[in-house]
């Protein structure tokens, strides 16, 4: 079974840092499957690889008169935004325990997702072309790997009660015309330690 940290409320470059660390960690563990580190931060736009000119909004200025920092990270797919009140998973496997195939690493991590917001009477599912779990046209987990000698970093963001209009600032995931959602839109309230809980156990049903 893969080993838990949480980590609460940090600024993002904190997170980053753990992230390095658990990864050494796991890299130099080839004994374990990996780490499951949760955290949440404040607001975040991250911007990937294949990040495209356009996809934030807003300027330097604005997004400073806003509280919200940018920053560059070297995970796949395109700009996203973090912030308070979004579950933050990152899953730093071994992937040679697990499988090296990483089109089935992204399907199951949607699942997990999936069979949470089933328990919470929350139907979702995935879209086509697209990664992350979604409520009809309105996403509600974005997600973005890296892996380098097949250990995963980065993962997947849950939005649970987080501020949904700061994602104004962007072109969430760089897809137009479609929406954000989160749990507590859906006028359901649930504990960040739930979910947290209920994500561990969905992780060890469909990776196990």
């Known amino acids: 079974m893969v080993e838990v940290y949480d ?10 840092k753990k992230q390095e660390e658990i990864y050494k960690y796991v890299l130099n563990n080839k004994q374990i499957d990996g780490v499951l580190i949760f955290l949440e931060v404040d ?3 991250t911007t990937a690889y294949s990040s495209e000119r356009g996809e934030v909004i807003f300027s330097k200025k604005q997004l400073c008169e806003r509280g919200i920092r940018s920053v560059q990270v ?10 308070p009140g979004q579950l933050i998973c990152y899953p730093i496997l ?17 699942e997990v997702v999936i069979n949470i917001l089933k328990e919470l009477n929350i139907d979702s599912g995935r879209k086509d072309k697209y990664t992350g779990v979604w409520i009809g046209e ?21 939005n649970n009660d987080i501020d949904l209009s700061l994602f104004d600032s962007i072109i969430p995931c760089g897809i137009k015309d479609v929406g954000v959602t989160s749990i ?3 006028d359901i309230e649930v504990e960040m330690s739930i979910l947290k809980e209920k994500f561990v156990e969905n992780f060890n049903k469909v990776f196990y």
């Open 7 to 16: 980590l609460g409320l940090i600024t993002y470059e904190q997170g980053q």
């Open 43 to 45: 607001p975040v736009i």
């Open 74 to 83: 070297d995970r796949g797919g395109k700009t996203t935004l973090h912030g």
């Open 94 to 110: 071994n992937l040679e325990r697990f499988g090296k195939d990483l089109h089935k690493y992204l399907r199951n991590l949607e």
């Open 138 to 158: 309105e996403k509600i987990c974005a997600m973005g790997i890296h892996i380098k000698k097949w250990i995963t970093t980065h993962g997947i963001a849950l």
């Open 184 to 186: 507590k839109k859906l």
